[in-house]
């Protein structure tokens, strides 16, 4: 029998209390798992789990038949502190918390492997998806090259429902956040956050070090309007929130952007609250994850299996990076980019925007803007292009701003 210790019983932390107490079929995976305390500060005196709950950290610390803990608390205080003291004690830690993989995922890992036990976190990235363990295993005779992903539910959710159904971003939104896919503060998917810490964590166990998501240019949703998205249809194009990343010379390329990509490209047609990851590898090209990104059931499902994986394989060959990866901001890497410029004088606009960009593709627009699509260009000649651009029409006229991959 192993003993289970689930601290916080929100979202993921009550389905996976769940999951454990229903399903036999864990007694088949070498060893039946038992939730034998629930940590959370609120009470749940009517919750079939009531006798389970406790306000006492310490006391599960202190429980010698609990080997397992899982941390659903999410956010960095306290489940930074709990965790930290966990492994430092010989108990493994199981995790959905991408904040706390991405900021501190080298340091505990480091800390595990010094007190015999294991750091997993299969649940951080991509909910019920596959990944970590893929990307650690399957993979591992393979340089990553490159990451390319939607890995945020609720922003996945909310662009669907805007572009198939015309719902509004706020209605879409309060829909994630009632499903159970949004963040606490939903400001971490809306802003692009979560797809941030989840890019960085997969570039660290790809690339082999601890990159500073802090650090990583992220823009979120909350610029896209109904009319880029038109825009986008008229191109055969999808608007995704996109983590990308690559290996490059000294270090990490990473970046969170929408993105306006053909609708060939095989993240185009993943909707909902669906997520992929496109994981370029040097011996299988591309290899591509697809299922639920967030949602109860389906991310409680990966924290599970972790456990389950301690208990049958002592989680032999358990993910590890080290600190000091280093990003890296200017890459030679052309893309095409869309702009959408109001325009009092629609000539002088079109003018300057061939002064600036060159040659562009003009998109059918309404007599009050322009909306183009720039040549192929690099990060940094797009971004002095705007500022000089910005100069001649006025930067408050800037409607819309999307990388484009046709
Ligand atoms: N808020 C996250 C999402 C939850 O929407 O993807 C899963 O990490």
């Given at each position: ?7 916080g019983f929100?979202?993921?932390g ?8 229903n399903n ?5 995976a070498?060893?039946e ?10 009470d749940?005196t009517?919750?079939p789990y009531?006798?389970l709950?406790?306000?006492d950290?310490d006391?599960i610390l ?5 080997s397992?803990?899982?941390e659903?608390i999410?956010?960095?205080?306290p ?5 930290l003291k ?7 830690v199981?995790?959905s918390?991408?904040e ?8 505990l ?7 015999n036990?294991?750091?997993?976190f299969?649940?951080?990235v ?11 295993n399957c993979l591992?005779?393979n ?5 390319m992903?939607?890995?945020?539910g ?7 429902q ?11 939104l ?8 949004a963040?606490r503060?939903?400001e ?7 797809t941030c ?9 790809s690339y ?5 998501s802090?650090?990583?240019?992220t823009?979120?949703?909350t610029?896209?309007t ?6 986008a249809?008229s191109m055969?194009?999808a608007?995704?929130l996109?983590?990308?990343?690559k ?15 053909s609708k ?8 909902d609250v669906?997520?992929?990851?496109l ?5 299988t090209?591309?290899?591509?994850f697809?299922?639920?990104g967030?949602?109860?059931m389906?991310t409680?499902?990966?924290?599970v299996a ?8 002592k989680?032999?060959?358990a993910?590890?990076w ?10 030679d ?15 002088r606009?079109e003018?300057a925007a061939?002064a600036?960009f ?8 309404n007599?009050?803007?322009v ?6 260009m690099?990060?940094k000649a797009?971004k002095e292009?705007?500022?000089k651009f910005?100069t001649?029409?006025g930067?408050e006229n800037?409607?819309?701003k999307?990388?484009?991959l046709i």
């Amino acid at each position: 029998m192993t003993y289970v210790a689930v601290l916080g019983f929100g979202t993921v932390g009550s389905g996976v209390v769940e999951i454990i107490n229903n399903n036999s079929f864990i007694n088949k995976a070498g060893g039946e798992l038992t939730v034998k305390a629930i940590l959370d500060i609120r009470d749940f005196t009517d919750s079939p789990y009531a006798q389970l709950f406790t306000k006492d950290f310490d006391a599960i610390l202190n429980d010698k038949e609990i080997s397992i803990v899982v941390e659903t608390i999410g956010g960095i205080n306290p489940a930074y502190e709990y965790t930290l003291k966990a492994l430092k004690s010989g108990k493994s830690v199981v995790t959905s918390n991408k904040e706390l993989v991405a900021t501190y995922g080298a340091e505990l890992m480091r800390v595990a492997r010094e007190n015999n036990a294991v750091y997993l976190f299969e649940a951080s990235v991509g909910g019920g998806i596959p990944i970590i363990r893929p990307l650690n295993n399957c993979l591992a005779a393979n340089d990553i090259e490159e990451i390319m992903g939607i890995l945020n539910g609720t922003t996945n959710y909310i662009l669907t429902q805007m572009i198939k159904n015309g719902v509004s971003f706020e209605k879409a939104l309060s829909d994630a956040q009632e499903k159970g896919y949004a963040e606490r503060n939903p400001e971490a998917d809306i802003e692009g956050h979560d797809t941030c810490r989840k890019i960085a964590i997969l570039s660290a166990l790809s690339y082999g070090k601890q990159i500073d998501s802090n650090l990583i240019p992220t823009e979120g949703i909350t610029k896209i309007t109904l009319e880029d998205v038109a825009y986008a249809q008229s191109m055969d194009c999808a608007i995704k929130l996109i983590g990308y990343s690559k290996k490059v010379n000294g270090g990490v390329y990473a970046r969170v952007s929408p993105m306006m990509l053909s609708k060939d490209h095989p993240l185009a047609g993943v909707e909902d609250v669906f997520n992929a990851i496109l994981v370029k590898g040097s011996a299988t090209g591309d290899v591509m994850f697809y299922g639920k990104g967030a949602g109860k059931m389906p991310t409680a499902s990966a924290v599970v299996a972790d456990c389950i994986d301690i208990v049958k394989h002592k989680s032999l060959g358990a993910p590890f990076w080290e600190d000091g990866g280093e990003l890296v901001f200017d890459i030679d890497f052309e893309d095409n980019f869309y702009l959408r410029v109001a325009a009092g004088d629609k000539q002088r606009c079109e003018s300057a925007a061939q002064a600036v960009f060159g040659k562009v593709r003009w998109l059918d627009s309404n007599e009050k803007e322009v909306a183009f699509v720039t040549g192929k260009m690099t990060d940094k000649a797009f971004k002095e292009g705007v500022e000089k651009f910005e100069t001649l029409v006025g930067s408050e006229n800037i409607l819309g701003k999307i990388r484009v991959l046709i």
